[in-house]
Each structure stands twice: as structure tokens, then as C-alpha cells.
């Protein structure tokens, strides 16, 4: 078997039954007759989980260490290949140097700054702003947001005599305020 469960719980002998199989487990007792597939159902989910009477060992792990020790041993038995060294390839011969430009004549006339033609372009006209834009910055102007409560929005209201009801909406309530300022009342 791979893998070895090993009680350390806080018990100090415990049973558990497999198939009708009872194993026998005095704390600190390791048993590799266990079914592999039952530590994998049951003890390893539990130990993920926190539980902390059990340990499960895997042996496999030292079965492949004892394989890797032989491995490398065998390959260290083994004669080494002959490697023949291939000859470095001739190198390139080096490109023609390119042949020199020609010199330029410059005249007074080359040497004059080009002037570009400079016309003067519109202004963007300004955005006009819709009567309700102008509307609500004039109502944040004078104190009143949407953000207000239903009762602060009736308190603003009141104090600038404007006529409220109990059943007004914040919505009722903003649109008398935006009349109320689109009269020219503040």
C-alpha cells in the first residue's frame, strides 16, 4: 500500500471498520493496511478540514526517492558518449561600404523659413443649456438638491412660502422649487 494512517488523537485506543474489517489503533500506532481509498475519502478531507487525529504517510514517496537514487547511480555506471566537435563555419565576408552622397548646393532661397498661412478658425460656440439645466443649478444655487430629504425638501419650501402638503413627493416637491425660482421669486 501507499500510504500509512497513523492515530494521534486525543483517545487512546480507537477502532474504525472498513467492509466489516475492524483495524485497531492505540495512539501513535501505524498501520499501512488500510485501504488507500478510504484514507482518501475520509481521513484526508477530514485533516484539510482541521481534524487532527490522524496522520496519514505516504510511503510512495520513499519508494520513488529509493528508484531515483538507483537511477541516478546506474547513469553514473554508464560510459559517457564521444561528442565530436563540428568545425566553426568560414565567416562572411564583410559588405562593400556604401559609396558617399554627393554634396548639395544651398542657396539663399532654401535657406528662408516656410511661413504657413494662418487663418483664423471659429470659436466653438458655447453649449446653450436646456431651461431644466438652468433650472437645477439655480435650485443648487439657492440651497435645494436632490439629495435632500422629503423633509428638508419641505422645510426649504415652507420658509420660501411655498405651499406644501403631507402627501407632496420629493419629485412634487422639486418640481414647485424649480417653478418657484423660474418665477424670478429668489
Same mark, same amino acid.
Given at each position: 500500500m501507499a500510504l500509512t494512517l497513523k492515530h494521534v488523537g486525543a483517545r487512546s485506543y480507537t477502532e474504525i471498520t472498513i467492509?466489516?474489517?475492524?483495524?485497531?489503533?492505540?495512539r501513535g500506532v501505524e498501520r499501512d493496511d488500510v485501504p488507500d481509498w478510504w484514507i482518501e475519502k475520509h481521513v484526508l478531507p477530514d485533516i484539510a478540514n482541521g481534524g487532527t487525529a490522524w496522520q496519514v504517510i505516504s510511503t510512495k514517496g520513499k519508494a520513488q526517492g529509493k528508484s531515483a537514487i538507483a537511477a541516478l547511480e546506474a547513469a553514473d555506471a #554508464?560510459? &559517457?558518449?564521444? $561528442?565530436?566537435? &563540428?568545425p566553426e563555419p568560414e565567416p562572411e565576408?564583410?559588405?562593400?561600404?556604401?559609396?558617399?552622397? &554627393?554634396? $548639395? $548646393?544651398?542657396?539663399? &532661397?532654401d535657406l528662408q523659413p516656410e511661413v504657413e498661412e494662418i487663418t483664423a478658425e471659429p470659436e466653438p460656440e458655447e453649449e446653450t443649456m436646456s431651461a431644466s439645466d438652468v433650472t437645477d443649478e439655480m435650485l443648487?444655487? #439657492?440651497g435645494f438638491s436632490a439629495g435632500m430629504t422629503r423633509a428638508q425638501m419641505q422645510n426649504w419650501c415652507s420658509s420660501r412660502g411655498i405651499a406644501t402638503i403631507n402627501?407632496?413627493?420629493? #419629485?412634487?416637491?422639486t418640481g414647485k422649487a424649480r417653478q418657484y425660482l423660474a418665477e424670478g421669486n429668489e
Open positions: 467492509n466489516g474489517v475492524r483495524y485497531g489503533f492505540g #554508464a560510459p &559517457e558518449p564521444v $561528442v565530436e566537435v &563540428e565576408p564583410e559588405p562593400e561600404p556604401e559609396p558617399e552622397p &554627393e554634396p $548639395v $548646393v544651398v542657396t539663399s &532661397e443648487m444655487g #439657492a402627501r407632496d413627493t420629493k #419629485a412634487s416637491l
